[in-house]
Each structure stands twice: as C-alpha cells, then as structure tokens.
C-alpha cells in the first residue's frame, strides 16, 4: 500500500460472463474462499474499476448473477436460480449503495423457501466486518409468506430482526421438517 500512494493510477477490470458448474467453472476457480460451493449452472459476471493515489486506494465493482444455483457440500444450503446484482461502491471496507436487490427461486437448507426477494445494503459494523441492512425480504414458505422490512445481519453475531409470517399451512411447515 505504501508503493501505492506514492504513485497515482488506475485500472479497470472485467469479468466476461463465466458459465457455472459440471461443464464449466466452479466457484473457487474465481475465489478459492468459496471452495465448499458446488456450482450447478448458471452465469456470473462482473467489473471492478481500482484507482490510488496519495489519498491511498479506493475502488468499485458489480457482480452480476443470472440462474446460479450452488450448494454448500459442509451445511447441504442450496440456492437455486439466484438472479440479481450486487454494486460495490466500497471494496475496502466492502460496502454497497441501498437498493441492491438479489431473487432467488428456491432456497433450502432444510426449510424450502421460494420465490425469494431480498433488497439490501452491505455496510461494515463497528468491528469493520460486513453487515446486511436488510430493506425487504419476501419468500414462499410451506404454503404462505414469510416476509420481513428493516433488520440487521452481521458477520459478527450484532443481528437484530423481525419476521412476519402468513398464510403457513402447518401440514406443509411440518412435512418440510420431517415431522409427521
């Protein structure tokens, strides 16, 4: 970093659309941290623009997602057509705008969720890690809606928020946890 600021420049950077799973590319090809994610299909893309100065290194990025589903090999989370965009205007801490809005058509990790829409701003807590200020939040759920409008979800534990549920047939609710 030090190189860094002695110096100005910038550069700009670009992910052409890499198709996801068994044919293609799986997730820690991209980021090795991902390395648990087994990709089934879909495409991510993306762009990030980097520049320094004697201000020191700022940068920007979007990340975009048509039709990804994954599954976590340790936890057995799928994710199912994940759809969306996410805008970094941050890369250190990472940070977004609000209004960033991801859809995904089938979410389950052991509770089948559906139809799920999540609008969101990724800000950093007191400690610097990441934090979802949750705007909205709307999914399918054993027959009716879960749904939830403000809250927090940090990385490090600092969570607050509040579900409303409607509409949930108790039959479906308990066949989805393996109850009879």
């Given at each position: 970093q030090q190189a860094m600021t002695a110096a100005t420049g910038d550069v700009k950077l670009s992910l052409a659309p890499l198709r996801l799973g068994a044919g293609g590319v799986q997730p820690d090809a991209v980021l090795p941290a991902l390395g648990r994610?087994?990709?089934?299909?879909?495409?991510?893309?993306?762009?990030?623009?980097?520049?320094?100065?004697?201000?020191?290194?700022?940068?920007?990025?979007r990340v975009g997602f048509d039709g990804v589903s994954v599954e976590d090999a340790d936890s057995g989370l799928a994710v199912d057509g994940l759809s969306g965009a996410i805008d970094f205007d941050s890369l250190a801490p990472l940070a977004t705008p609000p209004g960033q809005t991801l859809?995904?058509?089938?979410?389950?990790?052991?509770?089948?969720l559906g139809d799920v829409r999540l609008d969101f701003q990724l800000l950093p807590d007191r400690a610097g890690q990441p934090a979802?200020?949750?705007?909205?939040?709307?999914?399918?759920?054993?027959?009716?809606?879960?749904?939830?409008?403000?809250g927090r979800v940090a990385a490090s534990g600092?969570?607050?928020l509040s579900l409303a549920v409607a509409g949930v047939e108790l039959g479906s609710l308990l066949g989805d946890v393996g109850a009879e």
């Open positions: 994610l087994a990709a089934k299909s879909g495409t991510v893309n993306g762009e990030a623009a980097l520049a320094w100065d004697e201000a020191g290194p700022r940068g920007a990025a859809r995904v058509a089938r979410l389950d990790g052991g509770v089948a979802v200020v949750l705007e909205a939040f709307e999914a399918g759920f054993a027959g009716g809606k879960l749904a939830a409008r403000g600092d969570t607050a």
